[in-house]
């Protein structure tokens, strides 16, 4: 029997508009984005259907935005599909915590609250530190990592084969992207980020991040979820907490994560939430593996009936 997992879209995957044609589509969509607005005690739905994209592409808007997009595609496929089974989650990033969600380890609220709490922490850093971030194309992670040591800058995220992220101080990220091109990089581009995620100057949102998990109830997970700093699924529940902390200035191992499902015999996939990144990442990872995504009303429809 085919084993399938679901996996959650990370920080990046936001657009005005997200969600929206689901809201109109389905009353039980809408209800969730009404207990979200209602959770937070402000209107993030406006924000995730109307923009401005200034508004929403704030890490404090962005990270529950995509959070709560990816949980109303995860329940209305549930609801679509009711012979849905899932063996594993993992989400990329902040896409962790919707994962961990999805498989029981922490209620919607909780998940949502903290999402919401991550990003303001993360934009606090941000706006303390002088930092950036840039995709090196076609360059493989060895040499990619002698980069990183020479320009001092750190591996961000290892998404897919020939696709990887640096992060570091913004001036240290220009001479990286140089050095890149010299190695031999078909492209070196810088992204337009707040600031440099998944590095060390991240480290002050930790303690902020560790204080505000404690007053989220963590449960036993139903299903495995992978984590990224670890490339394996969460060890038990006095784990998730310092892992989730970790990540926050530790590389995103997504490559590796996806090999490890694929030798656990995982062949479906279902990407849940606003664009279709994960699915592109799949498909240079192992073309052979079944992708689904459900990220709008049209999406929804054609991964319900390939399921059915």
């Known amino acids: 029997m085919s084993k399938t997992a679901l996996l959650f879209a990370g920080q990046g995957a936001q657009v005005v508009g997200m969600g929206k044609d689901l809201a109109v589509a389905f009353p039980s969509a809408k209800s969730w ?25 704030k890490t404090e808007n962005a990270q529950p935005g ?32 919707t994962a961990l969600t999805a498989a029981g380890a922490m209620s919607f609220e909780d998940g949502l609250r903290v999402v919401r709490q991550r990003g303001r922490f993360m934009q606090e850093a941000c706006d303390v530190t002088k930092g950036g971030m840039a995709a090196v194309i076609g360059l493989e992670e060895a040499p990619t990592r002698e980069v990183c040591a020479e320009a001092g800058v750190v591996l961000a995220n290892l998404n897919c084969p020939g696709q990887i992220v640096i992060s570091g101080e913004a001036d240290k990220i ?27 100057l991240m480290a002050s949102a930790q303690p902020k991040l560790r204080t505000e998990l ?48 694929l030798a656990q015999g995982f062949t479906r996939f279902i990407e849940l939430g606003p664009g279709a990144a994960l699915s592109g990442f799949m498909k240079r990872i192992d073309k052979t593996a079944q992708m689904f995504n459900v990220a709008d009303a049209a999406s ?4 319900v009936k390939a399921l059915s």
């Not at 979200?36 to 592409?57: K, Q, R, V, W």
């Not at 001479?175 to 600031?195: F, S």
């Not at 490339?231 to 090999?259: K, N, Y």
Request: hydrophobic share 45%.
């Open 33 to 57: 984005f009404d207990r979200a607005n209602a959770a937070l005690g402000y209107d993030l739905t406006s924000i995730c259907f109307d923009g401005p994209e200034a508004e929403l592409t």
């Open 214 to 261: 404690l007053n989220v109830k963590f449960s036993a997970t139903r299903v495995p979820v992978v984590s990224n700093v670890t490339a394996r699924p969460h060890a038990g529940l006095g784990e998730m907490s310092t892992r989730l902390v970790e990540q926050v200035t530790s590389s995103v191992r997504w490559e590796e994560s996806m090999r490890y499902l």
């Open 174 to 200: 220009t001479k990286a992207c140089e050095l890149a091109k010299v190695k031999g990089a078909k492209r070196a581009i810088p992204l337009v980020v707040a600031g440099a995620y998944h590095s060390p």
């Open 300 to 303: 929804l429809e054609a991964t």
């Open 66 to 97: 995509i959070f709560l997009v990816s949980w109303v595609a995860y329940q209305l496929l549930k609801e679509r599909v009711a012979a849905l089974q899932f063996q594993a989650t993992a989400g990329l990033s902040l896409g962790e915590f």
